[in-house]
């Protein structure tokens, strides 16, 4: 019978590489239920705005995602604070609806597997973050994870990338990140660190190169098919 792999993460952080993770359309098909949860909120709030654009704003910050879609602060003073009440009521309604990513789990094991430090880094608010993670069901996978509550700006800022490389106890150059938004790319260049790509959020392939990705996939299942081949693969030697 073969041994186990040990999932130990080396302590000496001079040994450890780190491979941080986007959440919402990454690991967990999520961002179609944001699109309409914004959407809902914002005609109840009594400014309705068209879906695709909603979508091409997931992924943000929620003040930016705010300022993008609102016309100036005059809107988003008068429509902004209600929208974001309505969007986090009717996401939270829908969270049943919510699925893992296919080879999502086998990732992050994969990883943890070989030894590499696996960081959820999300801006999601503590109480989606909790959810995402029973739904995801691989907490020994994990190392560390970051929330909202970490930072006060969210992607495309660095902020919350810079939180998941202290978390990870990792410089930039010994980090890969994953993300399926453009945001998460370039939230990730802005800290110096790689980010691969996956289209399983809804931008395209050039869109994802296009904003600096290292390499983009189809979905962490193709990621996985071709571990040993990828950015990471290549970092982990």
């Known amino acids: 019978m073969s041994e186990p792999a040990d999932t130990t993460v080396p302590e000496n952080s001079d040994d450890r590489i780190a491979v941080l993770f986007d959440i919402d359309g990454t690991l967990v098909d999520s961002n179609y239920l944001h699109v309409d949860a914004w959407d809902r909120a914002f005609a109840d709030a009594g400014r309705p705005v068209d879906a695709w654009r909603i979508h091409r704003s997931i992924g943000k910050d929620g003040g930016e995602l705010l300022e993008s879609l609102l ?54 608010p503590e109480n989606e973050l909790e959810i995402l993670r029973d739904l995801l069901d691989v907490d020994d996978a994990i190392f560390a994870a970051t929330s909202s509550g970490d930072v006060e700006t969210a992607k495309p800022e660095p902020d919350i990338v810079e939180v998941a490389l202290d978390r990870a106890g990792v410089p930039a150059s010994r980090a890969v990140m994953v993300g399926d938004a453009v945001w998460d790319i370039e939230a990730a260049a802005r800290a110096g660190v790689e980010c691969i790509g996956v289209r399983s959020g809804g931008f395209g392939e050039q869109e994802l190169r296009d904003a600096g990705a290292v390499a983009v996939y189809g979905d962490v299942a193709e990621l996985l098919a071709n571990l040993d081949d990828s950015p990471i693969g290549k970092l982990a030697g």
């Open 71 to 124: 016309d100036g602060s005059d809107e988003v003073e008068q429509y902004g604070e209600r929208a974001k009440e309505l969007h986090s009521e009717y996401y939270l309604q829908n969270t049943s609806r919510l699925r893992v990513i296919g080879g999502a789990r086998e990732l992050l094991g994969e990883l943890a597997g070989r030894g590499i430090a696996v960081v959820l880094a999300t801006s999601a």
